[in-house]
């Protein structure tokens, strides 16, 4: 073999390692990128089971805020619908927007739901109540910091596969860019909700 | 809303630059341990020759260094070095002995009870749910919890070599006089001591401070100032015998040198590094006004609770690991910056401080609505999957 061979060979042989890792790269961010979200979806789940129970209690002493109550059940079974169709494809630009735009809502109808608990005395000082308002607490604040995460991980992938020359390799594997997940822009229709008490 | 900062919550993730950072920080921990090491000695021998000078008309009127040298009982200095080098190393080895159990292990030492998996006490609930949100937030490891049943002020301390076996310690104060957010700034203060790697280099200081301050403690021990039995008039008699002071108090002045160089340790080594874990708190939690408000309650503490008195639990060689310590010293000598300055630098304003009267103690009763674990179906409600 001659010189320009070796070089030649050792050229190709670097060009093939540097290909492999890179796209290890990609598919390991697009890991960290999906387990981010599976984390938002664990914790929008435990609020989903959660509000049942807080709107069973705040029931009992509000019923003539029937409307407000009503309204957070309808956007919470909106916005679980959003999240299984987001689960399936995470990373989907109409599927975020539509679970961001659900969950805005929900966040909305719980503000406006504990604002009127606020107005009932005996209902805050329930044992139930208060255990049940901490829970709330703890997991919007655990959706909040999830979406961060998820976020930044979205950040991580988009500037990676952004970037030259890698670009090329994800336009090689058809790698795409990631939706991160905006807050409170509603682009979901809301429909007609049946609610059973 | 958390939702809003970009970039915010990654400066904390991102380990290398920490890696680096902590390993300049350990080089200079070990070069001011040295330094302290070589202060002990001199101050020792320093004062065994004053001694043998008042025995000795020789050593007392020796001309020059090298006739004095020369008059000194066979390896005079060797010994009184050996023997100071084998206290101080004893006592730093003995420390890191003792702390190689990790942060739980000093938790236990210091009289700390680990939080249950599911409290009924609501602020020990949200403290649970707290490490969780960071947890998250953070993409790390839940430190182990426990609680300070003794301790009335507002505190906390974070302890443990690695993010596995980091313990976070909350005093019982903080837990009564903490709203949910203010509790939270606190935590995240600490979680990031965990994440920065700040800890492990905290467990080592503590282990340098024991071994130097050793000789200042013999002296302590010798006086029978700590172990005063003041009911029994003879132990009293035994206490506070002249020779005993005499003996005890000159062991004291010469290992003073060891007590300052421990101070200057402690302050040197931590004390930017309160700055840091509160810039990464607000940056975990995303919020100012809960550690800035915490800080605005710890003032009003100083202020009125204990005047004077040094504000933190436990021995004075694990000073640096608290939320706060500050006591009256003087602020080169002090572990951590004053809070002013933390208030100023969190809340980019100055700020009174804030009254913390322990708010009503809350139970969680044993609900009536369970709630449910993520897996469960959801009850009678329209599934909107549909």
Redesign the interface.
């Known amino acids: 073999m001659s010189v320009a061979q070796i070089i030649i060979v050792t050229a190709l042989i670097g060009f093939a390692l540097w290909l492999v890792s890179a796209y290890n790269r990609l598919i390991a961010l697009r890991g960290h990128l999906h387990n981010a979200f599976a984390q938002i979806d664990v914790q929008l789940r435990r609020r989903f089971d959660l509000i049942p129970n807080l709107v069973e209690v705040a029931r009992r002493y509000m019923e003539h805020e029937r409307g407000t109550l009503e309204a957070v059940i309808a956007a919470r079974d909106q916005t679980l619908a959003c999240s299984r169709e987001a689960a399936r494809r995470p990373g989907d630009l109409g599927a975020m927007n539509a679970l961001s735009g659900a969950t805005g809502v929900l966040a909305d109808a719980l503000g406006r739901m504990m604002a009127v608990v606020e107005a009932y005395p005996e209902l805050k000082a329930d044992a139930a109540m208060t255990q049940l308002s901490e829970e709330l607490a703890t997991t919007e604040n655990r959706i909040a910091f999830a979406r961060q995460a998820y976020n930044d991980s979205v950040n991580d992938y988009n500037v990676a596969i952004g970037q030259f020359p890698v670009n090329l390799v994800a336009g090689l594997f058809r790698l795409v860019p990631s939706q991160p997940l905006q807050s409170c822009e509603c682009l979901v229709q809301r429909g007609p909700v049946r609610v059973q008490f | ?7 915010g ?2 400066a904390v ?1 991102r380990f290398a630059a920490h890696e680096a950072q902590a390993r300049r920080r350990s080089r200079r921990l070990t070069a001011a341990f040295a330094a302290a090491l070589l202060g002990v000695v001199t101050a020792v021998n320093g004062a065994a020759i004053l001694v043998v000078m008042l025995v000795s008309p020789a050593v007392r009127w020796a001309d020059s260094w090298a006739d004095l040298l020369a008059a000194l009982p066979p390896f005079f200095i060797f010994t009184n070095t050996a023997v100071t080098l084998l206290l101080v190393l004893g006592g730093a080895w003995l420390e890191a002995a003792r702390l190689r159990g990790g942060g739980a292990a000093l938790a236990r030492e210091l009289g700390a009870r680990p939080v249950s998996a599911d409290p009924a006490h ?1 602020p020990e ?2 403290l649970r ?2 490490a ?3 947890a ?2 953070a ?1 790390q490891p839940i430190p182990q919890l426990f609680v300070l049943d003794a301790e009335e002020s507002i505190n906390a301390c974070a302890a443990g070599h690695d993010a596995r076996d980091a313990a976070v310690m909350i005093s019982r104060g903080a837990l009564e006089r903490l709203t ?1 957010d203010e509790l ?1 700034g606190v935590y995240a203060h600490e979680y990031a001591h965990v994440l920065n790697g700040d800890i492990e280099l905290n467990m080592r200081l503590a282990a340098c401070v024991s071994g130097v301050l050793i000789v200042h403690q013999y002296g302590r021990w010798l006086t029978g100032l700590d172990h005063v039995g003041l009911d029994d008039p003879r132990a009293r008699a035994m206490a506070f015998h002249p020779l005993r002071w005499l003996a005890g108090g000159t062991v004291m002045a010469v290992g003073a040198i060891g007590w300052v160089a421990a101070r200057l340790l402690q302050a040197g080594v931590s004390r930017e590094r309160e700055h840091l874990a509160d810039a990464a708190a607000v940056r975990l939690t ?1 919020l100012a006004e809960g550690l800035g408000g915490a800080l605005r309650k710890l003032r009003w503490q100083e202020q009125e609770l204990h005047r004077g008195t040094p504000g933190f639990p436990g021995p004075r060689r694990f000073a640096h690991l608290w939320f706060s310590s500050t006591g009256g010293w003087h602020r080169w000598l002090s572990t951590h910056p004053p809070l002013t300055e933390r208030i100023r630098r969190v809340m980019g304003r100055d700020a009174r401080p804030l009254p913390a009267p322990a708010l009503a103690v ?15 179906a ?8 549909r």
């Open positions: 809303m958390p939702g809003a900062a970009g970039t919550a990654r993730l609501l609930r949200q749910h707290i969780t949100e960071m998250i937030a993409r949910r939270q995303r809350r139970e969680v009763a044993p609900a009536t609505a369970p709630v449910r674990e993520p897996d469960l959801p009850l009678e409600f329209t599934d909107g999957a």
